[in-house]
């Protein structure tokens, strides 16, 4: 089946360790998303990719960064992590190129910050 | 700029009763409009959308949502809750473009 994977599921880090999260997808879709959700609120979104043209929303801190080094991979990159970025990241997908924004989410990997 | 507002956070009803789920949306031009469901630990998944045609859209789990534009709503609904349909669900709107305006998401919770 198609989908959007995410590795890991569960990830611990240490304060200030960097650490990268990887999604892939199997739906050749044009443009990849990273969300950052904390518990019981909305997922918000840090940045999108449409193809290779990166977009990054104005208040994403500059702590995290982002590669699409092919269609089907992308990465999130914490480079200094705090206790503050503990939360569920989730990747999700579209197509680009319809009207409408239809988005295929991955299942999550949930960071701990020690 | 486009906002959802669902207006309860949380919504506790008992197995095998009806719910109804909010979702109002601010646009002043056509929109296109989601519900998603996220179970514990998990990503979103895609319960139904509204693009265009008949207002009452049905969806997977028995879920079905009704769009009314003059109301600027589109709630959604299932006529009898099971315990697995306890999750978090949250209403989107796509305004065009690339990116979704979420709501701030209801909690369901089925009691038995």
């Known amino acids: 089946d198609a989908m959007v ?13 960097p650490v990268t999260l990887s999604c892939s997808q199997t739906l050749n ?16 979104l840090l940045f999108h990719y449409y ?17 699409r080094p092919n269609t089907s991979f992308c990465f999130l990159d914490i480079r200094s992590p705090g206790l503050g970025d503990a939360a569920m990241y989730l990747c999700a997908t579209s197509p680009g190129d319809i009207d409408y924004n239809e988005q295929f989410f991955g299942p999550g ?3 701990t910050v020690l | 700029a486009q906002s959802v507002t669902q207006l309860d956070s949380q ?4 197995e095998e009763a009806p719910v109804e789920l ?22 979103l998944q895609l319960l139904l959308k ?36 306890t999750a978090e669900y949250f209403c989107a709107v796509s305004p065009g473009g690339n990116k979704l305006v979420f709501g701030a998401g209801t909690i369901l919770r089925v009691k038995s």
Request: charged share 20%.
């Open chain 1, 5 to 17: 994977i995410q590795n890991p599921r569960y990830q611990v880090t240490q304060f200030g360790k």
């Open chain 1, 29 to 44: 879709h044009n443009v990849m998303y990273w969300y950052q959700q904390k518990s019981s609120q909305a997922p918000k």
């Open chain 1, 51 to 67: 193809d290779k043209d990166f977009n990054n929303e104005a208040d994403t801190p500059d702590n995290f960064q982002s590669r």
């Open chain 1, 109 to 111: 990997t949930r960071l």
């Open chain 2, 11 to 14: 919504v506790p009803v008992f």
């Open chain 2, 22 to 43: 909010r979702c109002n949306y601010s646009s002043s031009v056509s929109v296109y409009l989601f519900w998603y469901v996220q179970y514990p630990n998990q990503g």
């Open chain 2, 50 to 85: 509204y693009l265009s045609g008949s207002t009452l859209v049905k969806g997977i789990n028995g879920f079905e949502a009704e769009f009314n534009k003059s109301q600027t709503s589109f709630h959604l609904r299932k006529p009898s809750v099971h315990i697995s349909d």
